[in-house]
């Protein structure tokens, strides 16, 4: 008997979701595991492994939404007659804000027979894409087959696609009128984003300031540089660690907020801002005061890399009980970021720089980072955060005390 393949739930809170690519057609042989197809959800674009081995015996959706648990296709054995689904139900309405319909691949992609295709690699008639290359590619209206991928075995990745936007002939960017407004569709990502943001304005908060001598930190930094020339540590990371450790004596802290309790973690589960290509993603690294310095660092960049291609599952973001936003490589000194729901608290850092500072009554020249901690106040009281950046400071001017 023909097995069912239905839409996944693939996190907490998820209802819907979005097809955008099938990775095997009607009549080809699936093996467990193999990628089957690709999917959008809030969160994330991911591909879906089969839990069936077998033939693809029928597609019911070949993109587009649709709700967690709709059958979507059928594996069986060849030549096995299955019965077509039901009606899909409607996928769930959404409040007026989020009300705007999701793209899909046919509402999305631009045909143009005239553009010289490039020699990309194929997959089985497949071109060979990274999802959030596909992901591009379908919003912006251009053709896989026309790139060159730089990637391993040429496979095409995100800069490729933005490259070969770029090269677009000039002609047609002066074909558009001077002063015309561009309409950008939001990506799902982008909804998601606006919406938490809204959600993380409407809380009480409040914010702490403190700025901490990077001396000790900085030669912490290069000296665990030295002796792991492979890994490449930085302040992020130290900063991630020594605030783990600060979590762990300020369990307060180290919490999530819902409208019934207080949710106290065990370990500190601390996630990293970054800047993708797709917007402002924070995945979330587990008990990190568990790992050494260079465990992080490593962690901390497999899933970096992960994050910028778009490579990133629902359990990656989940379970965060604190955040850092690093901007200090951009040079700006001091910045107040908005938390992260529902955690209760994140840590914005500045650049370090070298400010006169007063030592035993002399004037002296140190290397100075500014944090500021916000704090959402129905989770944390003023002390409470007060008391935790203490022990932060502490740490980053003498990282022994914590490690």
């Not at 070949?62 to 689904?85: F, L, N, Y």
Request: glycine share 8%; net charge negative; charged share 25%.
């Amino acid at each position: 008997m023909a097995n069912e393949i239905k839409l996944p739930r693939l996190g907490q809170g998820m209802e819907a979701g979005t097809i955008t690519k099938w990775l095997k057609s009607e009549g080809d042989t699936v093996t467990k595991g193999e990628p089957l197809f690709e999917i959008d959800t809030d969160k994330v674009t991911q591909e879906v492994e089969a839990d069936y081995g077998g033939v693809l015996l029928k597609i019911e959706l070949a993109s587009g939404e649709a709700p967690v648990g709709q059958t979507i296709a059928w594996i069986g054995k060849e030549g096995e007659e299955v019965k077509s689904a039901a009606k899909p139900a409607p996928a769930p309405e959404k409040s007026s804000d989020t009300a705007a319909p999701r793209e899909t691949a046919a509402d999305t992609t631009v045909s143009d027979t005239s553009s010289e295709s490039a020699a990309s690699p194929t997959n089985g008639g497949r071109i060979k894409a990274s999802p959030l290359a596909r992901r591009i590619a379908r919003e912006r209206g251009i053709e896989l087959s026309s790139l060159q991928g730089t990637g391993p075995d040429g496979r095409i990745v995100a800069e490729d696609v933005e490259r070969g936007q770029s090269a677009a002939p000039a002609a047609a960017q002066v074909s558009v009128p001077t002063g015309e407004i561009e309409s950008v569709p939001l990506t799902n990502i982008r909804k998601t984003i606006a919406r938490r943001l809204t959600v993380a304005w409407q809380a009480p908060v409040f914010q702490l300031t403190v700025s901490a001598d990077m001396t000790r930190a900085n030669d912490l930094v290069a000296r665990a540089r030295e002796l792991n020339p492979d890994v490449r540590v930085t302040v992020t990371d130290l900063l991630a660690k020594l605030c783990a450790q600060a979590l762990m004596r300020h369990r307060d802290v180290n919490v999530q907020y819902s409208e019934d309790a207080l949710l106290k973690f065990p370990t500190a589960n601390v996630g990293i801002a970054v800047a993708a290509p797709q917007g402002l993603i924070v995945p979330v690294l587990r008990s990190v005061e568990r790992l050494s310095l260079a465990e992080f660092a490593i962690a901390r960049g497999e899933v970096v890399g992960r994050t910028r291609e778009n490579k990133l599952t629902t359990q990656d973001l989940e379970g965060g009980t604190f955040t850092i936003s690093n901007l200090g490589m951009f040079g700006i000194e001091q910045f107040v970021a908005v938390i992260n729901p529902p955690q209760a608290a994140i840590l914005a850092v500045g650049a370090t720089v070298d400010t006169p500072v007063a030592r035993d009554g002399e004037v002296v020249v140190r290397p100075m980072l500014t944090m500021t901690l916000t704090v959402d106040h129905r989770a944390v009281d003023g002390a409470a955060g007060a008391d935790f950046l203490r022990t932060v400071k502490q740490f980053v001017e003498e990282p022994a005390l914590a490690l």
